[in-house]
């Protein structure tokens, strides 16, 4: 049972971080997902543009044509998220928004973020960047996409660009958002733009993202020194209800090739060996030298955390999900599991000695909200946002350098293949109308940090 106080109220304990003023909290959004106005000022398509609008690819056929109409409102949004007393905001660059199909800079998709940016930095905010947030621009995954090393090259070009325009203008820039999806549900399941189906197109593909990660991070340390430089990684939990050997592998392949697997070439330059046994064949090609590129040193890495999954053994090198029963779960159907986010970053700190800091640059749950007499009781997500950060806090106590949590999402979105249907915001968004609410959530996190930033 959740305890009432934790649905009605957002109070951390006193010991808890969170107090600290020097604990960042912001919130964080996606271009694609908030945007819209994907025909205007010389944007061109997207693999998400392309995905969204083939049938049957995402839930009643959305696609993130209008989204929330950011790009026409943000003023509006920068005034809301001011609003809230948070101390940051992540978001990122439309890759097709900023740059032609022949490499050439786009003034209007930049200047559109300059003129954010800058807004931003008026409100006392600090500014958390991403380059790659999956809008990924159709002509290059009509050359291979992430399966073509060139891809990596163009993306280290943009990054170079872009970094030059906005210098000075951001607190700290994150080269890709969740390799993991982009490479596995991209190239791997089908279940993302581009939509491919091959486990030896992910591993390739997740080689080239994060060769492309190392590239662009040389041009950002360049280009805009005061910045801080890092990388967003989804984790995820996995367990096994299995107690046997063959059960508690399960568990360790799950996380090996979910978490393991992009944070063993950043922090060790290397791949774990144990993922050709649960993808035979699936080696990618790597060049001298890419290794050293992929593991340079970071300043900050980003975690988002979402839930956990438990697996029995296969029988064979793998696993197989099993749902559990009568556990809580989220309108995604995910399960909502604190602990796991203070066990992985426990570990995490265990297992390797070189860990950045760490921001969580994601956390958050779908309800299926109403505005009811112009308010909208998010209940479920207050319970959800207090028990995580208590997670984060027993984190700090164990010793984890986390020195910030941002709040997925700002405001409903397009929540890509599911559309708009799951609603991850702590403002509600009316689609017909374009009208933001403020749920209760977003009322008890600005109160507590109006409380918190009253203190001396």
């Known amino acids: 049972m959740v305890s009432a106080a934790l649905e009605e109220t957002f109070s951390p304990p006193a010991d808890s971080v969170l107090w600290r003023k020097d604990f960042l909290i912001g919130a964080a959004t996606a271009a694609y997902q908030i945007e819209g106005a994907i025909h205007e ?132 820039w994150a080269t890709l958002n969740e390799p993991w999806c982009s490479a596995m549900h991209g190239y791997g399941t089908g279940h993302h733009a581009p939509g491919k189906q091959d486990v030896v197109f992910a591993t390739q593909a997740m080689h080239h993202l994060l060769l492309g990660h190392g590239l662009a991070v040389r041009h950002l340390r360049a280009n805009d020194p005061s910045a801080q430089v890092g990388i967003v990684a989804n984790v995820g939990r ?119 800091p760490i921001y969580i640059t994601e956390n958050g749950m779908a309800t299926d909200d109403k505005v009811v007499d112009g308010e909208v009781d998010d209940r479920q997500r207050i319970s959800f946002l207090n028990r995580h950060l208590e997670a984060v806090n027993q984190a700090v106590k164990a010793g984890v350098d986390v020195r910030g949590y941002f709040i997925w999402s700002l405001m409903d979105n397009f929540e890509w293949a599911f559309g708009y249907e799951r609603r991850f915001g702590i403002i509600h968004v009316d689609y017909s109308t374009q009208k933001r609410t403020l749920k209760r959530s977003a009322k008890l996190v600005t109160q507590f940090l109006a409380e918190r930033n009253a203190k001396s």
């Open 238 to 356: 996995g367990t096994s209800t299995d107690a046997s050997e063959a059960g508690q592998r399960a568990a360790w392949l799950f996380e090996l090739q979910h978490n393991n697997w992009i944070l063993d070439p950043l922090l060790k330059k290397s791949y774990p060996s144990a993922l050709w046994e649960l993808w035979p064949g699936a080696e990618p090609t790597i060049l001298q030298g890419d290794m050293d590129i992929i593991g340079q040193p970071l300043d900050f890495l980003g975690i988002n955390y979402y839930f956990r999954t438990n697996v029995v053994s296969d029988g064979k090198h793998g696993y197989t999900e099993v749902d559990l029963e009568g556990v809580e779960r989220t309108q995604m159907g995910w399960e909502v599991y604190p602990d796991g986010l203070r066990h992985l970053l426990v570990g995490f700190h265990r297992d390797y000695p070189n860990l950045p």
């Open 41 to 172: 000022d010389g944007r061109i398509p997207s693999i998400w543009d392309t995905f969204s609008a083939t049938p049957g690819k995402t839930l009643a056929g959305d696609t993130g044509e209008f989204a929330c109409d950011h790009y026409h409102r943000w003023q509006e949004d920068v005034e809301l998220l001011a609003s809230l007393n948070v101390g940051a905001y992540r978001l990122s660059i439309s890759w097709p928004r900023v740059m032609t199909a022949d490499g050439q800079k786009n003034q209007k998709g930049i200047d559109f973020y300059r003129k954010l940016l800058t807004a931003l930095r008026a409100k006392g905010l600090k500014t958390y960047v991403t380059l790659y947030h999956w809008d990924l621009p159709q002509h290059l995954e009509d050359k291979g996409g992430w399966v073509n090393r060139d891809t990596a090259y163009r993306f280290a070009e943009y990054a170079d660009m872009i970094s030059r325009e906005l210098h000075g203008l951001v607190d700290a």
